[in-house]
């Protein structure tokens, strides 16, 4: 069974995912955090990331055992892992790479687990237009940018409010408007509005519509 869940930056999805996971005994792919690995990847390789082979090879060498590992490590979370995201993300080959592997995970999960929860940007519309269930988790610009505010503070980052939020537009739009897989909203996904949702109310939002959609009995009680 495949759980979708795509949404903007600071919706809730990662955290979500990570809790439907658990939930269910699912395993749970982070896929925005791919292209960070291997960027990573590549940079201790000796590598530069702006070279397609070294990034193509990277790409290629991920694998669903040892993944969830690799997207733990804190380098991820660097300003310099996320500026060679941008460029190993822009090779075609490493793209279709990442695709395969993301499929494959979803086909067959790892460690034996009867289920995956996938999230990122395009997952319910290009990655797995198969899924047993899609989610579209969105919340109003204004409380993800409260969000994002307070995990950059917690953080030790010096921000204001007013850069976060016009930060937020300008991510939501070329996410929107990009021209390989822009970020929307599957046909037949739920829509979950998190603006005023905790934790907790979101998973058991998310929990009711798969349940009512995949007839799952053991976790729906």
Do not use: W
């Not at 069974?1 to 990662?14: E, T, Y």
């Not at 990122?120 to 919340?139: E, H, N």
């Not at 109310?201 to 519509?209: H, Q, S």
């Amino acid at each position: 069974m495949v759980v979708a869940i795509d949404g903007p930056a600071a919706s809730g999805k990662g955290t979500l995912a990570r809790r439907l996971a658990d939930r269910l005994h699912f395993a749970h792919l982070d896929t925005g955090s791919l292209y960070r690995a291997v960027g990573l990847a590549v940079i201790r390789g000796g590598g530069d990331p702006g070279d397609p082979a070294a990034a193509t090879a990277a790409a290629r060498a991920l694998h669903p055992e040892t993944t969830p590992r690799v997207l733990a490590d804190p380098a991820l979370r660097g300003d310099e892992i996320a500026a060679a995201a941008s460029k190993v993300a822009v090779v075609p080959e490493v793209r279709a790479a990442l695709l395969a592997f993301q499929r494959g995970f979803a086909s067959t999960p790892p460690g034996g687990a009867r289920g995956a929860v996938l999230d990122g940007r395009d997952i319910g519309t290009v990655v797995c237009p198969f899924a047993d269930a899609k989610l579209f988790v969105t919340a109003s610009v204004e409380a993800r940018a409260e969000r994002r505010l307070k995990e950059l503070r917690d953080r030790g980052v010096a921000v204001i409010y007013a850069a976060v939020l016009e930060d937020m537009k300008e991510r939501d739009a070329r996410d929107s408007q990009r021209a390989v897989a822009p970020l929307k909203p599957a046909a037949d996904a739920f829509l979950l509005d998190t603006s005023s949702m905790d934790a907790n109310e979101a998973l058991d939002a998310a929990m009711t519509f798969i349940c009512s959609k995949t007839g799952l009995s053991d976790h729906c009680a």
